[in-house]
């Protein structure tokens, strides 16, 4: 049987995104076929045979990232602060504007990954990431009703205004933009919003650089860099600490939420390398593929339950720490749960529809095979014939189809042997069984037969 890409465990070590086959692709060049017998031409599919795959610490690191935010948004929408001072300390040391910079770049690293991936399938992708942010808008409006501080209609906004001229750039010259975009939001001094530009084209440059996929070899540079995170961190609080003007302390807050991010971002990514790092992923990688449904939906669940307990205009702290903790215990189960039943969360399955301006298959499936092995035999058929001279073999190839948009496929070798040089020729059939379950388990790969010829006197 031909082997087929798996996908990544959940622990974003990391798999490289692999092209969609839910979405048309544009069509490959494909080498010469050798002489064979072919099977009946088959439809033009809308997709390609090669599932996609995650990068599972990202999932994780954004599960981690939405875990942090909703212990400020639930404060901040139940307007229980006006400004960070009148926050608990914990909260707004290890929390305020600590998770948001993480959210800010992985967005723009999916937005990154998923241009990338456009190229490949359509010859218009920047037209697939306007609909995107298009859409994106409109759940950020929409979300706005309900919860003023939102980030996505931001998002969206930026994404058409920053990144996607940005996104003309090659790789290094973006990451330079990224950088002196976000010192720019730094000195401007704006509060949280500000670092937007910058971390989308810094996670839309690493996209391109694609760093992501080399996370699996950057242990080193993990620590390195967390380490330098950490420093910083603790010597502009010790600035802060002296009592700057309010000027240098507001730009001082943001180096600080940036070095903290940074340090956090470094910290977990090494956790998840440990025997608890693949717990955590367990957790937290459902959460971030469902991240847009995770967002959404908090605020959904917050807002009234938060009325309804009277956390707005309160300082009952302890209660909104208690709804959110019981907020991500219950999108932590559903995300699981619901993972193992379909391949996307209800609002990326619709976003992606949008995307694409057609109905995609939300794909149970794949997700079957992230959480637990999971395959089925879609049988195809292959047939191969192969000519020999002599004793030596000659390869011949085989094609064929199956039932349930199943593929065979499969090398026919043929060897003619014979007391005296001749030719021979032969043909075979073979049956194949492929392997479902990692993002369409409807396809199938079958092994070609095997043909042998005698040769001739």
């Known amino acids: 049987m031909v082997a087929r890409p798996k996908r990544c465990a959940a622990g974003f070590g990391d798999g490289v995104a692999m092209p969609d086959p839910d979405v048309p692709t544009r069509p490959a060049r494909q080498a010469p076929a050798q002489p064979a017998t072919q099977a009946p031409p088959q439809p033009a599919?809308?997709?390609?045979?090669?599932?996609?795959?995650?990068?599972?610490?990202?999932?994780?690191?954004?599960?981690f990232a939405l875990c942090g935010i909703i212990f400020i948004n639930i404060p901040q929408t139940m307007e229980m602060f006006a400004f960070a001072g009148q926050l608990p300390t914990p909260l707004r040391l290890f929390f305020y504007g600590r998770f948001y910079p993480i959210f800010y770049l992985l967005f723009g690293?999916?937005?990154?990954?998923?241009?990338?991936?456009?190229?490949?399938?359509?010859?218009?992708?920047?037209?697939?990431?306007?609909?995107?942010?298009?859409?994106?808008?409109?759940?950020?409006?929409?979300?706005?009703?309900?919860?003023?501080?939102?980030?996505?209609?931001?998002?969206?906004?930026?994404?058409?205004?920053?990144?996607?001229?940005?996104s003309y750039l090659p790789g290094r010259a973006?990451?330079?933009?990224?950088?002196?975009?976000?010192?720019?939001?730094?000195?401007?001094?704006?509060?949280?919003?500000?670092?937007?530009?910058?971390?989308?084209?810094?996670?839309?440059?690493?996209?391109?650089?694609?760093?992501?996929?080399?996370?699996?070899?950057?242990?080193?540079?993990?620590?390195?860099?967390?380490?330098?995170?950490?420093?910083t961190a603790l010597l502009t609080y010790g600035l802060i600490m002296l009592g700057p003007p309010d000027i240098a302390q507001i730009r001082l807050g943001m180096i600080l939420s940036l070095a903290t991010a940074a340090c956090y971002t470094a910290g977990f990514l090494l956790l998840l390398r440990t025997r608890i790092g693949v717990a955590l992923s367990w957790v937290l990688a459902p959460m971030g593929r469902m991240a847009l449904t995770n967002y959404f939906g908090a605020a959904l669940l917050f807002v009234p339950i938060g009325t309804a307990i009277g956390l707005r205009d309160s300082s009952s702290w302890d209660l909104a720490v208690l709804l959110g903790v019981c907020i991500l215990v219950f999108q932590a189960a559903v995300s699981i749960v619901w993972l193992r039943m379909f391949g996307y969360g209800p609002l990326e399955w619709a976003w992606r529809c949008v995307t694409y301006w057609q109905w995609l298959p939300i794909g149970g499936a794949s997700t079957r095979a992230h959480a637990r092995t999971h395959t089925r035999a879609d049988?195809?058929?292959?047939?191969?014939?192969?000519?020999?001279?002599?004793?030596?073999?000659?390869?011949?190839?085989?094609?064929?189809?199956?039932?349930?948009?199943?593929?065979?496929?499969?090398?026919?070798?043929?060897?003619?042997?014979?007391?005296?040089?001749?030719?021979?020729?032969?043909?075979?059939?073979?049956?194949?069984?492929?392997?479902?379950?990692?993002?369409?388990?409807?396809?199938?790969?079958?092994?070609?037969?095997?043909?042998r010829g005698r040769a001739g006197a």
């Open 45 to 63: 599919r809308h997709a390609p045979v090669a599932p996609k795959q995650r990068i599972a610490a990202l999932d994780a690191l954004r599960g």
């Open 109 to 166: 690293v999916g937005f990154g990954i998923f241009l990338r991936s456009a190229m490949r399938r359509s010859e218009r992708p920047r037209l697939l990431l306007v609909r995107r942010f298009v859409a994106l808008a409109v759940l950020g409006g929409i979300l706005h009703l309900l919860q003023p501080g939102e980030v996505l209609l931001p998002f969206a906004i930026t994404g058409l205004l920053v990144l996607l001229p940005l």
């Open 174 to 231: 973006l990451f330079v933009a990224g950088v002196l975009l976000t010192v720019a939001g730094v000195l401007a001094g704006v509060g949280g919003l500000g670092l937007l530009p910058g971390l989308f084209a810094l996670g839309f440059a690493l996209a391109e650089l694609r760093v992501p996929e080399r996370l699996e070899e950057s242990r080193g540079r993990l620590v390195g860099f967390g380490v330098a995170a950490a420093v």
């Open 379 to 451: 049988t195809g058929t292959s047939t191969g014939s192969g000519t020999g001279a002599g004793i030596r073999p000659a390869p011949g190839t085989g094609a064929g189809t199956g039932p349930g948009a199943s593929a065979g496929t499969g090398p026919a070798p043929g060897s003619g042997a014979g007391p005296r040089i001749g030719t021979g020729t032969g043909t075979g059939i073979g049956i194949g069984a492929g392997e479902g379950g990692s993002e369409r388990a409807d396809e199938g790969d079958g092994d070609g037969g095997r043909g």
